[in-house]
């Protein structure tokens, strides 16, 4: 089985939206995939959490969701639904958690904490590696 390694280091739509739809085709494509939240990017794991478009797009974020619906494509949280539906592996940083970007509590469930030594592990082993 062909596994894919996704750094995921911000929390904006275009970037988080982008790294869970590449995850979710490489799972439907048979791919074991992970998915490694550092830095602002821990707050997608973040119950809760909506990301949306960096500024000046940022107020554009539920029109854009409105639009691709409407297109037939799934939004942010249904991408984050599928994902975990498909057996996508999501990880958030230990130093983040330690240094407090994000509480154990705050997770969503099915993320795990791990550290970069252990995600490096995954990445090495993975046949494609891409970062957001």
């Known amino acids: ?8 280091r911000s929390c904006d739509y ?3 939206m982008s790294a869970f739809m590449l995850a979710n085709s490489s799972a439907i494509l048979g791919s074991e995939v ?14 809760g959490f909506k ?12 029109a ?21 539906e498909l057996g996508v592996k999501l ?4 130093l983040c958690v330690r240094i407090g970007l994000l509480k154990k509590e705050q997770l969503i469930d099915g993320v795990d904490i791990i ?5 490096a592990e995954l990445a090495e082993e993975s046949d494609s590696q891409f970062s957001f």
């Not at 990301?51 to 539920?62: A, D, I, Q, V, W």
């Open 1 to 8: 089985m062909k596994k894919v390694a996704i750094i995921l």
């Open 14 to 16: 275009e970037s988080a």
């Open 34 to 47: 992970h998915i490694y939240m550092i830095f602002r990017g821990v707050r997608i794991a973040k119950k």
């Open 51 to 62: 990301p949306k478009f960096t500024r000046p797009m940022g107020p554009l974020t539920n």
């Open 64 to 84: 854009f969701e409105r639009r691709i619906k409407k297109q037939g494509f799934d939004t942010f949280q249904e991408q984050l639904d599928v994902a975990r």
């Open 91 to 94: 990880h958030v940083c230990d």
């Open 115 to 119: 550290g970069m030594p252990r995600f």
